[in-house]
């Protein structure tokens, strides 16, 4: 019997050096390496920078992040990264201030009240005090106590389903906000199903969005606290410095990374002596005959590849939508700054029809970020249904972004730095049937092996997501490496 040190290894391309291309390509010689599974693993970028979206840089002393600039502590597969990269110590909570984040409704700031536990209230005094829901569609919420709950099967979407439980005022000052701000969508055509299944589950248990997450609140009552964690963190040096310890750490262990080569074409495979291969085709002419290929691309990029070797997969991954958006850094003179200028930021509901989705004053709500006596705010714009600001030129997008500050935040100031980063289709939208989708595009796959997908499109867009996604596509890859070697 041939020794497994003796055996060739096993070729595996990752097309795509976003964080989840990397954290496949990390988790992959992990889990090789346990299995005794000698891998050759390649990951090619078409960019010229690794990270995908994750992107840090520095200007003088002020540190911008041109995607995004932390993730969720209670997900725990980022911060389980760090501590194997050895950037534990580099992990930052949120400063400590009084005032945390706001929201824009009817015409001023009003601060989000304490005990807001996934957008349902669970503390009514902050609440009630607050002014972001009228009296009457307080009384509205409340219903949810004693409105019957509904447990059929089919996809909902967000706004039905807040709707349904909390009413209309509250879905459109509290709810949408805080979800367009992460997923940067239209919550009527959002999938609850493939979003926040919790809920789907609260309701099924308790009958009641509200008794549920009381409930839940008591339970974790005992553990609250015991991480050290604010519940969201970054790094020190920005989150670009997991990228290039990610980076660091994966080419040191053997892999090659090309960056700056694009991939034009995949290979349908063909069986030679019973085992898969494929080839990658790269715009240069070069190819690389893999054992395995991992797609950490966009869906969009993904389809491309498939279409050549199953219609069926390429069509289903066209069929997941886009919207773009982007970012805009902002710096000022702390003494230019207005008494509105104060806690972490403040997110903007679509029925205010402002050019914002939200704005983080990033050198308040993160140390390290700006130098002494100025302020660095980060604004987001774009999305589904706000996608025409865009097409204006970024001296337009500036203007209209500076105009909205005033009359959110009162600051009228010329900012000493402005900058504009645009992500063309860069955020995945769960739509209604998102997870059925998915769960065609595994049965179209099941008849080929060795072709695996990972990325912000199928299972979570948030960075833990995406490095979970990562993994499992690691796992996917030994165990069917194993499984062929038995």
Not at 158 to 173: I, K, P, T, V, Y
Not at 313 to 339: H, R, W
Not at 457 to 465: I, L, N, Q, S
């Amino acid at each position: 019997m041939t020794d497994v040190s003796e055996q060739a290894p096993k070729r595996v391309v990752i097309v795509g050096g976003g964080i989840a291309g990397l954290a496949a390509a990390f988790s992959l010689q992990e889990k090789a390496a346990e299995a005794g599974v000698p891998v050759a693993c390649t990951v090619i970028e078409a960019g010229a920078e690794w990270g995908g979206k994750i992107a840090t840089h520095r200007v003088g002393e002020f540190l911008i992040e041109a995607g995004p600039d932390s993730f969720l502590s209670q997900k725990p597969w980022a911060l389980e990264l760090c501590a194997k990269l050895g950037l534990s110590n580099q992990v930052v909570n949120t400063n400590e201030l009084g005032q945390k984040a706001s929201v824009y409704s009817r015409g001023r700031l009003r601060e989000l009240p304490e005990g807001l536990v996934a957008v349902v209230p669970t503390k009514l005094g902050p609440f009630l005090r607050s002014g972001l829901v009228s009296w009457p569609g307080i009384v509205r919420m409340g219903m949810d106590l004693v409105l019957p709950g509904r447990f059929n099967a089919a996809d909902e979407s967000l706004a039905s389903f807040f709707r349904r439980r909390l009413g209309r005022e509250a879905f459109e000052r509290v709810v949408e906000p805080l979800m367009a701000g992460i997923y940067a969508g239209d919550a009527e055509q959002m999938s609850l199903r493939a979003t926040f299944p919790q809920f789907i589950e609260i309701e099924r248990r308790h009958g009641s969005l509200i008794r549920g997450l009381l409930a839940g609140r008591k339970t974790a009552g005992a553990s609250k606290g015991l991480s050290g964690r604010t519940p969201f963190v970054t790094l020190k040096d920005g989150m670009g410095e997991l990228v290039r310890a990610l980076v660091a750490r994966v080419r040191g262990a053997g892999a090659t990374l090309l960056s700056g080569r694009r991939v034009s074409a995949l290979r349908a495979p063909s069986i030679r002596s019973k085992v898969w291969t494929y080839d990658v085709v790269l715009e240069d002419g070069a190819v690389l005959t893999a054992d395995v290929v991992v797609l950490a691309t966009p869906a969009y990029v993904a389809a491309e590849f498939l279409r050549p070797i199953s219609l069926t997969v390429s069509k289903l991954l066209d069929g997941i939508p886009y919207t773009s958006t982007a970012t805009v850094a902002l710096a000022y003179g702390s003494n230019d700054l207005g008494p509105l200028v104060r806690g972490f930021g403040f997110i903007v509901p679509r029925v205010e029809r402002r050019d914002l989705l939200a704005a983080t004053w990033s050198s308040l709500k993160w140390p390290h970020r700006a130098p002494p006596a100025h302020m660095l705010a980060r604004c987001y714009i774009g999305g589904v249904g706000r996608e025409d600001i865009l097409r204006a030129d970024d001296a337009t997008i500036v203007r209209r972004v500076r105009d909205d500050l005033r009359h959110i935040a009162g600051i009228a100031a010329e900012p000493v730095h402005v900058e504009v980063n645009r992500w063309e289709r860069g955020m995945p939208q769960y739509v209604l049937g998102h997870r059925n989708r998915l769960d065609q595009i595994q049965a179209a796959m099941s008849g080929f092996q060795g072709l695996y997908f990972t990325g912000a499109a199928y299972r979570g867009v948030g960075v833990p997501d995406c490095i979970r996604d990562g993994n499992e596509a690691a796992d996917l890859v030994v165990k069917y490496l194993t499984g062929r070697r038995i």
